[in-house]
């Protein structure tokens, strides 16, 4: 195992461009995320009633919420520009994707440099299929759930409803979603192994149990570095502890990369066409 996570790491330093590259469009997309939801907070915002201990302010203030979300059309650009987003995450995630797992996968065979744009060139299209794919796999079921949100109008009906469906209908989605979500990503590995979804599956499968010891080891590292980061910036706000908490999605970044690296190592040539 320890020999395995130090060939992965050795692959990873090597990808500190892919890395940057990788961290910088998840900034992005948090950025706009958060750009997108401040619009439509603060407006709300703006009509918060400065006496608290007012209940009649309080409750003037969520009709006037709920009056503002469900009745005019307030929201409905947001959403658009939120669906136009999301499209647009999906299009350029597997791209990336495609990319940093091939190139990762050329480096743990012995290759002198990185392959990120032939990567692209290569993988993108059955990247994407099984990124989408997985995507609705997900969604579609999760969307079932929530259909109470979607459908009834009187919020406290909607809650009602959604907090009435049975708990073993959860606890199936749960274990749906993680079972999609190992599969994709076994897939995964091997199509950055230059192999189709069906072959990348029948070659991965029986890795299974060392794909997820390596990925729990190094989840587990990497908790031992964040829990303590997110626990210092609650209870010492000072400088150091902000700047440690702007460099944790990076740190996140250099231990997906890690993991993905390790795996291919422990899987040898098994993947080689």
Known sequence: MSQR??????VTKRH?????????????????L??????????????YPKITNSSEAMQLFWIETEFNLMKTDMIVPYIWSLAGLL????MIT????????????????GAERTAFRKGIAATWKPMMLVYWLKSIAILAPLLYLLRPLLFIQDPQ?????????????????????????????????????????????LSTIKHTARVLIIGITLTCCYLLISLPIHTLSIVW????????????PLVRVVFKVWTISAQYN?????LSQ
């Open 94 to 109: 597997p791209i990336i994707q495609s990319g940093m797992y091939y190139s990762l996968f050329e480096m743990s065979q």
């Open 5 to 10: 996570l130090h060939q992965g790491w050795s």
């Open 34 to 47: 958060y750009r997108i939801i401040d619009h439509i907070v603060s407006p709300l915002l703006l009509r």
């Open 266 to 270: 422990a899987m040898g040539n098994d």
């Open 157 to 201: 009906a909607a809650f009602t409803s959604l907090l009435d469906q049975p708990g073993w209908l959860w606890i199936g989605f749960i274990l749906w979603a993680a079972m999609i979500s190992l599969l994709s990503y076994m897939i995964t590995l091997g199509i950055g192994a230059k192999l189709s979804p069906v072959q990348a599956l």
């Open 87 to 90: 499209l647009l995450r999906m």
């Open 16 to 32: 500190v461009n892919i890395i940057l590259l990788y961290f910088i469009y998840q900034a992005i997309w948090g950025f706009v």
């Open 237 to 248: 706000v000072t400088f150091i502890s902000f700047v440690l908490y702007q460099l944790l």
